[in-house]
Each structure stands twice: as structure tokens, then as C-alpha cells.
DNA sequence: GACCCGTGGAG
DNA sequence: TCTCCAAGGGT
């Protein structure tokens, strides 16, 4: 089944790895050479799934407030999510606050230095145990990413999916094979920091010390490697949120649920499977005791605004309400504008408000 | 093992 | 516009 083509690891490629480390890597970021186990971890949380570029500005307003655990800790779950917010991915927020506070008080902050302590941390899958245990107590444990995917299944020509369990154990495998268990830190950064300046998914061959013998160079199969096999089917979901205004204020909530957004704030909001007219909506909304028929006025009604998450994609409709009397949901939270800037909100809705502050709508 | 979870940049 | 996918992990 698996073709493992050019096989032998080849005993040089640590080393050719690490001298292109030495001499032609310029790659820099906040968190290179980072020895504080806290600081890699929030990195590495962080990227996770996450392009370095988009995460650098977050990382450092992390470290800016929380310059340790303990202060990370300490801190409300208000402010972590809106320091998070726009990042994506939410669980992993959700999850560094929850290892934050158990390091802080079962082991008064003090980071674990062992890769199985560190695996059990929430959040912390073999990846990122790999990554901190490597880069803050040099242990030899190979990182698996996309990169290492990519360079180990073009040098070496591997076509198991990458996706699969098999390819994920054969990957890791042979990652471990290929570490350079006395400068673990040091090839797991080169090898990262390889897929991602030369052998990206467009990658530089001509810029490339193993051009000689890559397998998918010499064998034309650059755009062949390496293989995924699973697609994703997209839903899509139609999301009618009511800026219900009393008194120069606007109710919100919490997203709860277990679905995309929880534990992030939205107004309330009415969904369909499709599309849906005003009066459907509105006749929706009444029936929750949102507000009574007769007794409230329509502002607006926004164009719809996009927005594609990896599995769904969500259109969402802005309608704008002023309500005699204030209704009362125990859920609900009223906020003046800027109110709104303390709470975590989803893109899509951040979008409508930034176009609404724009046409002074508020 | 299959499916789910965000956002944005590149080509 | 559309597809791919990026320092993955949880359920």
C-alpha cells in the first residue's frame, strides 16, 4: 500500500539540515531561542494551525500582560478572550486558560519538564509536547507539523496520507529516527523553519541543499507530495442577529453551545437552515418574548456579510431594532457601544460593526 | 476513525 | 472566485 520510495534515512540529513541551519537560516521570531517553558508554550498554543505571521502580534500582547503563568492565571476570562479574539479556533483558548490556572495552582506555577507530564497538559497534543519539551529542556523528541509532513514526504518520497493513522505514526516514526537527539531543539526549529522557507508548498528547489536527491525533485512529483485524502463537506448556516437597542443599548450573549464560537458573545440571533424574510425573523423572535408585536420599530436591515470557517459557511444579516420595553432575558446583557470593545466577538459580527462605526450608525 | 473547530494569505 | 492549508487537538 504505502510506497516509502527512497527509504534508507539517509544518515546525512540531520546534518545537511543543521549546517543549512547555521549558514543560510535567517529566519527570525519573537520566540526563537525562548528558554522559558511558559513563554514556548503560549507560542505553541498559539501557532497551532496558526500562520506565524498572524500569530506574532498576539503572542506579544500575551506576554505583555501575562508575563508569567501565574499572571495569566490570575487573569479574567474577559480579557484573555478578547486578547484571543480573531485568532480562531476558540477550544485552544479555552484550554490555555484551564493549564494555566492547573499549573498556577497544582504545581504553583511551576512549568512540568517531562514530555509525558507536559503531553497531559489540555491542549497539549504530541506536537506541542514535542515542541516545548525540545526547545526548553532539549529532549529528543521529534515535532510532527505540516512542515515536517511536507519536507519528509518530498526528500523522501512518502506517500502514505498524511491524514491517515498510519501516515501520522509512520511520520512520527521517522521524524524520530532523523532528530538529532543531542541538539533536539535545534533540528526541530531547522526543520520547521526549512518547510517553511524552502519547502513551503511552492518551494524554492533551486535555493535547496538536498536538490540532489529529493525525491519528489527528481521524480516530478512536487505538486504530488504530500498526500491528504480527506475532503471536507461544507454546511451552510443562515445567522439573523437582532441589535435589540433600549435605551442607547444593545443586548448580547453568550455562546454556550457546544459549536463554533463558544464562550464567544453575539447578539441574539435567530437560525435557519436557509434563507429567511424579515417577517419570518421577526415573527420568530416574538414567539421567544424578545420583544411584542406592535411594539418595537425596525431601523435597518444590513446587506449580508460572509464568513467561511473551515467546515461551514455562515451568512449573517444585521437587523436593527428599538424596542419600547426593555425584555427581560436572564441571559442577556445590555451594553452601550463601547461596552461592546470588552467583549470577544466573531469576526463576521466584529466586520458588521466596524462597518457600522464607519457610517456612524452608533 | 471520523468529524469538528476560525481566520487569513497565497496562488 | 475558488482551493488549499497553516508550529494541531479534542471528542
Not at 500575551?62 to 501565574?70: A, E
Not at 524552502?198 to 505538486?223: G, R, T
Amino acid at each position: 500500500m504505502a510506497k516509502k520510495g527512497n527509504e534508507a534515512p539517509g544518515k546525512g540529513f540531520s546534518e545537511q539540515l543543521l549546517r543549512w541551519d547555521r549558514e543560510q537560516n535567517r529566519r527570525q521570531m519573537p520566540w526563537k531561542g525562548e528558554k522559558d517553558p511558559y513563554k514556548i508554550w503560549l507560542s505553541e498554543i498559539i501557532l497551532q494551525q496558526t500562520r506565524v505571521e498572524h500569530g506574532v502580534s498576539y503572542y506579544n500582547e500575551f506576554v505583555r500582560n501575562f508575563p508569567d503563568i501565574k499572571k495569566l492565571a490570575n487573569a479574567s476570562e474577559e480579557k484573555i478572550f478578547k486578547l484571543w479574539e480573531g485568532l480562531g479556533y476558540y477550544s485552544r483558548c479555552r484550554n490555555l486558560i484551564a493549564t494555566a490556572r492547573s499549573i498556577a495552582l497544582e504545581r504553583n506555577g511551576v512549568f512540568p519538564k517531562t514530555y509525558e507530564e507536559i503531553v497531559t497538559l489540555k491542549g497539549v497534543g504530541p506536537y506541542t509536547a514535542a515542541a516545548i519539551s525540545s526547545f526548553a529542556f532539549n529532549l529528543p523528541y521529534a515535532v510532527v507539523d505540516g512542515n515536517v509532513f511536507r519536507v519528509l514526504a518530498r526528500i523522501f518520497g512518502i506517500d502514505t496520507p498524511t491524514d491517515s493513522t498510519e501516515g501520522k505514526k509512520y511520520f512520527a516514526q521517522l521524524a524520530n529516527e532523523l532528530i538529532d537527539k543531542k541538539k533536539a531543539g535545534a533540528y526541530n526549529q531547522a526543520i520547521m523553519d526549512f518547510g517553511a522557507m524552502i519547502c513551503k508548498p511552492v518551494p524554492h528547489c533551486d535555493q535547496c541543499v538536498f536538490n540532489k536527491s529529493c525525491y519528489a525533485l527528481l521524480n516530478k512529483k512536487i505538486n504530488e507530495l504530500p498526500v491528504k485524502e480527506k475532503k471536507i463537506s461544507i454546511k451552510k448556516r443562515w445567522f439573523y442577529y437582532l441589535l435589540i437597542e433600549h435605551n442607547n443599548q444593545l443586548a448580547i450573549r453568550q455562546r454556550t453551545a457546544k459549536d463554533i464560537w463558544q464562550q464567544l458573545y453575539e447578539f441574539p440571533m435567530i437560525e435557519n437552515t436557509q434563507d429567511l424574510e424579515q417577517d419570518g425573523i421577526l415573527a420568530r423572535a416574538e414567539k421567544q418574548n424578545w420583544f411584542i408585536r406592535g411594539k418595537y420599530e425596525v431601523v435597518t436591515q444590513s446587506p449580508v456579510y460572509k464568513q467561511q470557517l473551515s467546515h461551514q459557511l455562515i451568512a449573517g444579516k444585521f437587523i436593527h431594532i428599538r424596542v419600547k420595553n426593555k425584555p427581560a432575558q436572564a441571559d442577556w446583557q445590555w451594553v452601550n457601544e463601547t461596552g461592546l470593545g470588552k467583549f470577544a466577538f466573531p469576526r463576521v459580527i466584529n466586520q458588521f460593526l466596524q462597518k457600522a462605526r464607519e457610517q456612524s450608525l452608533f
